[in-house]
């Protein structure tokens, strides 16, 4: 009897390590996560519904969701805690004061709410609503993993996030402190395949370069004078937009063109054009060029990406831009100091303080 029990324990731990293995969850995600869990309805087919009627009215919701996406599940995971209102959170933070898209993330939460309350969590629709613009945009539709918490902490000093002219080989390092490879990264900054960057982030290529005095040598020449132009070198009130894949049959379509620009010498920021010339990741731009798999291969990089956690508590959030009523947070100093110091211990990417408790709890005012 006693073997049998052992037996039985024994095969249920190798199904769990299988289960852990296999591509299709990690850790307590899993593709349909909400099957009949809000009776007969369909949560995925909701938030889809309302993601594809914003994105008939502003087809541009879909490099902002993208965006959106990679800014909450790059620092803390994917937690939704770049959508918390509130003094100093995320939100705030220099790199997400041009991330848009939570208007359709509310309408999406909104439409939810309605039918099953208290069940979907924002950071799985903040996933959700991407794999559908990305899908909108004819990059293919790839099954996302759900089941994820609203995170409870939301703060600016969190975000580190790289900048434009991060180099190929700090870029690779900040992924892999996420877990995610070198093939990860240049398949997500495919992500650049879609939307536009403001002049300001990388103006420094067209004039004077790393202080030379001269443009990136880096890019086109004819690219270069093109952008001067639309980009002028004199203080302006105005920061203009410019596409970021620059094939114009393309720049709203999600699809390789973007890693044959950068080939092309047509890249507009500085990591993008680095990764079509560094030797740790030209042969993979090269190779994504010119095959015909990106959107598959893309998708799944956005799985790896969204399958990022913080291990720190979480809730499933009323509003997507305030967390729960103070019932849901420890009540007394010393209950809030332990809790988070029990956060700090569980993040892999590093800590918080207090000040995170600030953040906007449902019904404050703003
Ligand atoms: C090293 C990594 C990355 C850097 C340095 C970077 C940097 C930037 C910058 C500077 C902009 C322009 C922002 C502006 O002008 O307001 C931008 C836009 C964008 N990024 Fe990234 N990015 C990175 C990775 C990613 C990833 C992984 C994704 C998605 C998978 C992504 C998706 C986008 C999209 C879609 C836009 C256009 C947003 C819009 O049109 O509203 N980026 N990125």
């Known amino acids: 009897m006693a073997m049998r029990a052992g037996a039985a324990l024994g095969l249920a731990l190798i199904g769990l390590v299988l289960a852990s293995l296999s591509g299709s969850c990690h850790g307590t995600l899993q593709v349909g996560f909400y099957n009949g869990k809000c009776g007969v309805s369909d949560v995925e087919a909701i938030v889809a519904g309302v993601v594809k009627a914003q994105f008939r009215k502003d087809p541009t919701i879909a490099p902002a969701l993208l965006r959106m996406q990679f800014h909450d599940c790059f620092v803390a995971g994917c937690d939704a805690s770049i959508l918390l ?13 041009s991330v848009r898209g939570y208007d359709v993330i509310d309408a999406a939460k909104a439409a939810v709410e309605a039918i099953c309350p208290g069940v979907v969590s924002c950071a799985d629709i903040i996933v959700m609503a991407t794999r559908d613009v990305v899908s909108l945009s004819g990059g293919g539709q790839y099954k996302v993993e759900t089941g994820r918490q609203d995170g409870l902490v939301s703060l600016a000093s969190n975000v580190n996030l790289p ?8 870029s690779i390092a900040a992924f892999a402190r996420k877990g995610l490879t070198v093939s990860d990264m240049v ?6 395949t879609i939307g536009v960057a403001h002049c300001s982030l990388f103006q420094d290529r067209l004039y ?5 005095g001269n443009p990136d040598p880096t890019m086109d020449r004819s690219l270069a004078s093109a952008l001067r132009s639309r980009c002028p070198n004199q203080q302006t009130k105005v920061d203009n937009i410019v596409n970021l894949d620059q094939n114009p049959a393309s720049s709203s379509i999600v699809d390789n063109s973007f890693y044959k620009q950068i080939l092309a010498r047509r890249g507009i920021l500085q990591i993008d054009q680095e990764i ?13 060029a010119g095959s015909f798999d990106f959107s598959a291969r893309f998708g799944q990089a956005m799985v790896r990406l969204g399958a990022l956690q913080s291990g720190s508590p979480g809730e499933i959030r009323q509003s997507c831009r ?24 569980q993040t ?3 800590g918080g303080d207090l000040r995170a408790l600030s953040i906007h709890k449902r019904g404050s005012s703003n």
């Open 322 to 345: 305030a967390i729960n009523t103070a019932r849901t947070l420890p009540t007394s100093k010393e209950e809030q100091r332990t809790g988070q110091m029990a956060w700090m211990g």
């Open 276 to 288: 079509a010339l560094d030797k740790q990741t030209k042969d993979l731009v090269g190779a994504i």
């Open 348 to 350: 892999r990417w590093g």
């Open 163 to 170: 900048g434009p002219s991060i180099s190929v080989n700090d």
């Open 208 to 212: 004077n370069f790393q202080d030379t």
């Open 85 to 97: 209102d509130g003094k100093s959170t995320e939100k705030t933070a220099p790199p997400n004061l």
């Open 187 to 192: 398949l997500l900054l495919g992500g650049h």
